[in-house]
């Protein structure tokens, strides 16, 4: 399953505001944009519904109104849903054109069992405050419901200009699965790096492959063991360590240049996602920030190569050029503000826009800064 299109309005009809205006997605995506144009808050409403739909009991207290269409064995699936003062008012989910769920603001809707022989309409009530998506999860009665649920609980974000675990650290070097929540991105890298290792032969190879490609030469890398000096309790710790071809020193993750850990942290991550098994939704924003330029394009291609060879769908955004001439412009998705309007243009919804800057010689960056991508020829001619 993946996310096709998505809308969403926030405080409808008052001066604050907000409206992502259908936004078309599709499997490889780079949003580009000006400073302010809508990137990072397209993204964090992403973030917001994937956190309703695990079952996040906190609801905005602000208006906001959902519509999002996701393909799932290339079969259509809409959700839409809208919340105010912190409770759900309504909630339809509409699977392969038929309606299978539906709830008002009282809690109370119905849902199609499909459990047994035949399809079902059941009627249920449930606390205001959290979506019947989740709320009414069950693999035998509503299989459907699990499908937007491992799409939700898989999906994955990267803040590429954060710390991504850099200044994280633990105080053991062996851990168990359960132990550990991969979700969230800044958390050590130990515990991932230990498991990875210990459970799929070759990680440790083909990490140490994936940085070389991007160019950093590294022959070794792993867990070590050191000592904080300014720790309070003198207590040991455990980091992640690389070490550098003609180097014989193992460097520690504080060692390391901000941009080649945030590499580092992605890569390691990413690959376990993608030995696991998982072909969701993974988005990383500000991809390549803090990097040379020669070395960002190197990782957006390798990112990119990772993303089409499992199925992934990856989301990045940018406003740095060099990547932008990196990636197909096919893959792009331009966002536009206009007040507090938030459009996207990407090959879809602008094809022929996009067919004839083709022929204009000019480099993707430029498809850009001119604003070609609203008006394409009939602009400049004027």
């Not at 964090?44 to 519904?49: E, L, R, V």
């Not at 790096?193 to 070794?220: C, H, V």
């Not at 010689?361 to 609203?374: H, M, P, T, V």
């Amino acid at each position: 399953m993946y996310l096709r299109k998505l809308t969403f309005r926030e405080n409808e009809g008052k001066k604050i505001e907000w409206l992502i205006d259908n936004v078309h997605l599709g499997k490889i995506n780079l949003i580009v944009g000006q400073n302010s144009s809508g990137k990072t808050r397209t993204l964090n409403a992403i973030d917001d519904m994937v956190d309703m739909l695990t079952g996040g009991s906190f609801i905005p207290k602000v208006h906001g109104k959902y519509r999002a269409t996701f393909i799932h064995d290339e079969k259509e699936v809409l959700l839409e849903f809208e919340y105010d003062g912190g409770i759900i008012l309504n909630e339809m989910l509409t699977w392969d054109g038929e309606k299978v769920l539906e709830r008002g603001k009282d809690g109370s809707g119905w849902i199609i069992y499909m459990g047994g022989k035949e399809s079902l309409s059941l009627e249920f009530a449930i606390s205001l405050n959290q979506m019947a998506c989740f709320a009414k999860r069950d693999k035998k009665q509503h299989p459907y419901l699990e499908q937007i649920y491992f799409w939700a609980i898989d999906m994955r974000r990267f803040n590429f200009s954060g710390d991504l675990g850099k200044n994280s650290y633990s105080l053991k070097a062996v851990f168990e699965e359960d132990e550990v929540n991969f979700r969230n991105a800044d958390t050590s890298l130990v515990p991932l790096l230990y498991l990875a290792m210990e459970q799929f032969k070759g990680y440790r190879e083909q990490l140490i492959q994936d940085m070389n490609e991007i160019g950093y030469q590294l022959e070794d890398l792993g867990i070590m063991q050191f000592s904080d000096k300014n720790s309070r309790n003198k207590q040991d710790r455990y980091a992640v360590y690389t070490t550098e071809s003609g180097l014989e020193k193992q460097v520690a993750q504080h060692d390391m240049s901000q941009g080649m850990f945030r590499a580092f942290s992605v890569i390691a991550r990413l690959n376990r996602y993608i030995l696991k098994g998982k072909t969701g939704c993974v988005v990383i924003d500000d991809i390549g920030e803090g990097i040379d330029f020669s070395r960002a394009k190197l990782l957006v291609n390798l990112l990119i190569k990772k993303a089409e060879s499992s199925g992934i769908q990856l989301i990045m955004s940018t406003n740095d050029s060099f990547i932008m001439n990196t990636v197909n412009i096919e893959n792009w998705a331009v966002l536009h503000r206009e007040g507090n309007k938030i459009s996207l243009y990407n090959y879809e919804n602008s094809r022929e826009i996009f067919e004839e800057f083709k022929y204009t010689g000019l480099n993707n960056f430029d498809f850009y800064a001119s604003e070609f991508f609203k008006t394409g020829f009939k602009d400049n001619s004027e």
